[in-house]
């Protein structure tokens, strides 16, 4: 039944000094974990802070649902967007995904 054993385990070398590898250890990858990425997200939440306070009327933006319009008016936590020339939808604030270019609205309303 000696097959069953390892040597190290047999010599009793197992263990020897795991504590601080494990530790080392621990540390190296809480370091991975934050660089690629809890920080990459905290660059990501704060540069879409930035946009949603930068937000004015007349801006063209997407919301997270895809839906293309033009702000018609802002409150500190809802706005109007002109998803058509006849339809405006009270949307919230924080649910706009991106900020377009000018325009892009009246090439999609032409296209309809």
Same mark, same amino acid.
Do not use: Y
């Given at each position: 039944?000696?097959?069953?054993?390892?040597?190290?385990? &047999?010599?009793?070398? &197992?263990?020897?000094?795991?504590?601080?590898?494990?530790?080392?250890?621990?540390?190296?990858?809480? &370091?991975?974990?934050?660089?690629?990425?809890?920080?990459?997200?905290?660059?990501?939440?704060?540069?879409?802070?930035?946009?949603?306070?930068?937000?004015?009327?007349?801006? $063209?933006?997407?919301?997270?649902?895809?839906?293309?319009?033009?702000?018609?008016?802002?409150?500190?936590?809802?706005?109007?967007?002109?998803?058509?020339? $006849?339809?405006?939808?009270?949307?919230?604030?924080?649910?706009?995904?991106?900020?377009?270019?000018?325009?892009?609205?009246?090439?999609?309303?032409?296209?309809?």
């Amino acid at each position: 039944m000696d097959f069953f054993i390892s040597p190290a385990m &047999a010599q009793g070398g &197992a263990g020897g000094g795991g504590g601080m590898s494990f530790l080392v250890f621990t540390l190296v990858l809480i &370091a991975v974990f934050w660089f690629l990425v809890i920080r990459p997200q905290q660059k990501r939440m704060k540069a879409h802070r930035q946009m949603l306070s930068e937000l004015n009327e007349g801006d $063209e933006v997407v919301t997270n649902g895809g839906d293309l319009g033009r702000i018609t008016w802002l409150s500190d936590s809802w706005m109007g967007l002109q998803v058509t020339p $006849e339809q405006e939808w009270v949307v919230q604030r924080q649910f706009v995904a991106h900020q377009m270019p000018k325009g892009t609205v009246e090439q999609s309303w032409e296209q309809d």
